[in-house]
């Protein structure tokens, strides 16, 4: 199949660099025939971000502080006017302190806490309350990224893991109050990748490998997989997928104990 996202329109949130989950999402989705527009934090950012965007036809780019109510209005006005509708928008934002990501959950401090599960888990919500009136006619979909250091211990994931917890149950409650209107909420959760965000991560080497060697598939998630699946879940196959977390990692969320000869 192809062209499963021909005349569709997208924001993609997130994307850092080439290597980024969100931009193998937003490169899988404009060679199946989507339209996108971006998010960007920040100038650099930003510079990283226009060459990207432009090598798939996109100038579209609007830079957004998450924590911020007027960044997140003049956003989505912004993109009502140049496209009045909106059919799908890519949640590919998380954040805490990495310096708490290397030691004891223990020591977490309510300041990273809070402003954590604001940036990582309650922007899901401004996000779907900002696009809510941009898909109510025609419906649309909403992804995010969560990873299963949600409900597994991942050596380091730390507060993150209570942040991808919440987002997971933000995805089934948005699922819920936005079905009536045919609006679609999923989480995709890869396994371990090699992103500028999981390099933040204490042990993210070792953590790669480990669930190489052991996921039943021997691999870890490649960035087009990742993207195939965005595909699926913003197009006309998915339209009954709602609430979900689908697993993108090589099986790894099955196991129980590593495989046998790598203890």
């Known amino acids: 199949m192809t062209g499963q996202l021909e005349g569709k329109r997208g924001l993609v949130m997130g994307v850092a660099n080439e290597r980024s989950i969100a931009w193998g999402i937003a490169k899988s ?88 599960l604001d940036i990582s888990s309650y922007s899901l919500i401004e996000v779907a309350r900002r696009a809510y009136p941009l898909m109510m006619d025609k419906g649309g979909t909403i992804l995010t990224l969560t990873y299963q250091g949600s409900n597994r211990v991942t050596p380091f994931y730390n507060v ?47 953590t790669f490998k480990h669930t190489e060697i052991n996921s039943p598939l021997r691999s870890n998630a490649t960035l087009e997989a990742v993207g195939g699946t965005a595909v699926y879940l913003a197009s006309d196959a998915g339209s009954y997928t709602t609430g979900e977390v689908i697993y993108v990692d090589g099986g790894y969320h099955v196991l129980g104990m590593p495989q046998a000869g790598n203890v």
């Open 29 to 116: 989705m404009s060679n199946e025939g989507a339209e996108l527009a971006f998010t960007y934090q920040g100038e650099a950012f930003g510079s990283r971000l226009e060459p990207l965007a432009s090598s798939i036809g996109s100038n579209l780019l609007f830079e957004l502080d998450v924590a911020d109510d007027a960044s997140f209005e003049n956003t989505f006005e912004s993109l009502s006017e140049h496209w009045g509708k909106l059919d799908f928008v890519v949640h590919a934002i998380a954040y805490s302190d990495k310096n708490e990501l290397t030691g004891r959950f223990l020591n977490t401090t309510r300041e990273n806490f809070k402003n954590t």
């Open 160 to 206: 993150m893991g209570v942040a991808k917890a919440a987002l997971e149950a933000t995805t089934r409650y948005l699922a819920n109050d936005l079905g009536p209107s045919g609006i679609r909420v999923n989480a995709i959760s890869p396994g371990p990748m090699r992103t500028l965000a999981g390099a933040a991560i204490g042990g993210a080497r070792r």
